[in-house]
């Protein structure tokens, strides 16, 4: 599978100059490798009988379009293109251009008033930096009328390729075939909308380059998942003891979730810190994981359960709190206990309300992995919800900038899991997941892969993965309960090992 990489239009324009001044490849074989990839896909996804008019701008985005109708001419009998501003041509484009002169490809400078089946945008893909008015915007404006199916070529014309926003108006794509890498603001704001169905073609920039970047931000495939192994002269102590800290009278079955998957996943022994009006509640349950009961009141943990924290702490290598526990000072204490310890923490649910009081912890060089979804992630930042979701890239990578020895799992739509500056973002969205109890699920697997990785990002990585494939379930999202998530881990993880 190509490695799949999201920059912004800097980096992406910064990496191709790259490849053609450090690796002296020819912008025009770069040109042609991503014309090739894009006739492959735009066969794909039309018929041959259809009418196609290809909008070429004043740039190398404009080049690509006439180095793509040139290969799709022998298909596709009836075929025009549409170039504005032949005076204003690049170097590039003007050869482009000369080719299909010679091969008798009928081009005009104005929009057609006859509406086609298909219509190319060519106009202007990633460089765009100003607003579009005018004639472009007129032209743009017609074929977004146009009822016919859009593909764009790298970026949807009119879309910055950074954040997302509408620059003056865009072009509103069916298909949006990006080169070389995905662009951010495919994925952010406007441009989500605005993209249709993406695709990503290989067009011969040397990999290398990707990997060299600083603040990298990754498609997370298959191909990154590591499952640690299972020697078979291993004990139960070599994958992890662990404490969960949570549950409350009225939320018993959240930590209970997350202490199922964790087992489910391969942690080696499991212990449950409770408040004891849950005990016999949860031994009912089941009975693979050992209960440490505390005094309750009021239906949550008394003031003793620090002190038995600090009794026991040293029995485990990994903590886990949050799941379940409700939003109060204890809380807050058990959680700052658990920070100032030497152990792998998981800080989930209300736990990670309880962080934001003593944000600083999270500064200790033991690993910390917290999960939050995106208001979660807001009570332990401050940053406003919709700041988040206009740029969670961001926020991740500054985040985990800030904090180097944490890992963040940031959930949402897609899943944004950061470390040191670096971003992967699982893109696998799934409604089944809209519902109470998954993120415990998640949780659980985390403490379950951080029993047994030796590396905290990697940990991180495979437990969302395993978490996001065993939703995949051929059941009506609608119907989704937890136990069908939990009893498809052990399906994921022998497919995984296979």
Request: glycine share 6%; charged share 20%; proline share 4%.
């Amino acid at each position: 599978m190509y490695p799949a990489y999201i920059h912004t239009q800097t980096t992406a324009r910064n990496i191709d100059h790259a490849a053609i001044k450090t690796y002296q490849i020819p912008s025009l074989i770069l040109m042609e490798h991503a014309a090739l990839k894009s006739a492959e896909i735009i066969e794909q996804i039309t018929n041959t009988n259809q009418s196609i008019c290809i909008l070429c701008g004043p740039g190398n985005n404009g080049a690509d379009g006439l180095a793509i109708a040139r290969l799709l001419q022998p298909k596709y009998p009836n075929l025009y293109v549409v170039v504005p501003e032949i005076k204003k041509m690049s170097e590039d484009e003007k050869i482009q251009f000369q080719m299909i002169q010679n091969l008798k490809i009928p081009f005009s400078q104005n929009l057609p008033n006859v509406t086609y089946d298909i219509y190319i945008d060519c106009l202007f893909g990633n460089g765009l930096s100003r607003d579009i008015t005018g004639f472009y915007k007129t032209m743009i404006q017609d074929v977004n009328k146009s009822q016919s199916t859009i593909i764009s070529i790298d970026m949807p014309s009119g879309i910055d390729s950074t954040m997302g926003n509408v620059l003056g108006c865009a072009i509103h794509a069916d298909y949006t075939i990006s080169l070389d890498c995905y662009k951010q603001g495919q994925w952010l704001n406007e441009g989500k909308n605005h993209c249709g169905k993406l695709y990503l073609v290989d067009i011969g920039i040397p990999q290398i380059l990707h990997q060299k970047c600083m603040d990298k931000i990754k498609i997370l495939n298959e191909e990154d998942i590591h499952l640690p192994n299972r020697p078979l002269n291993a004990h139960k102590s070599t994958f992890g003891k662990a404490l969960m800290i949570g549950g409350s009278q009225n939320m018993h079955g959240a930590i209970h979730m997350a202490s199922l998957s964790a087992y489910k996943s391969g942690i080696g022994t499991l212990t449950l810190m409770v408040p004891e009006c849950i005990s016999n509640v949860l031994a009912i349950k089941s009975d693979f994981y050992m209960l440490l009961q505390c005094a309750d009141r009021n239906g949550i943990f008394s003031s003793k359960a620090i002190d038995l924290l600090k009794q026991n702490i040293n029995n485990y290598s990994i903590i886990s709190i949050g799941n379940g526990m409700q939003k109060n000072n204890i809380t807050v204490a058990l959680v700052e206990q658990a920070l100032k310890s030497d152990k792998k923490i998981v800080l989930d649910a209300d736990a990670l309300w309880a962080t934001q009081k003593n944000i600083e912890l999270l500064k200790r060089s033991e690993t910390t992995i917290l999960t939050p979804h995106i208001k979660e992630m807001s009570d332990l930042t401050g940053i406003h919800v919709s700041t988040i979701l206009s740029n969670p890239f961001e926020v991740a990578r500054d985040f985990s900038k800030e904090y180097p020895s944490c890992v963040l799992i940031l959930k949402s739509s897609q899943t944004y899991i950061a470390h040191q500056g670096n971003v992967y973002v699982l893109d696998a969205q799934n409604a089944g997941l809209a519902k109470g109890g998954s993120g415990d699920i998640l949780c659980g697997i985390v403490v379950a892969m951080l029993g047994q990785c030796k590396d905290s990002l990697q940990a991180a990585l495979c437990a969302t993965y395993i978490h996001s494939q065993s939703a995949k379930l051929d059941i009506d999202s609608a119907s989704f309960m937890p136990e069908d998530i939990i009893n498809n881990i052990p399906n994921t993880l022998k497919r995984l090992r296979s």
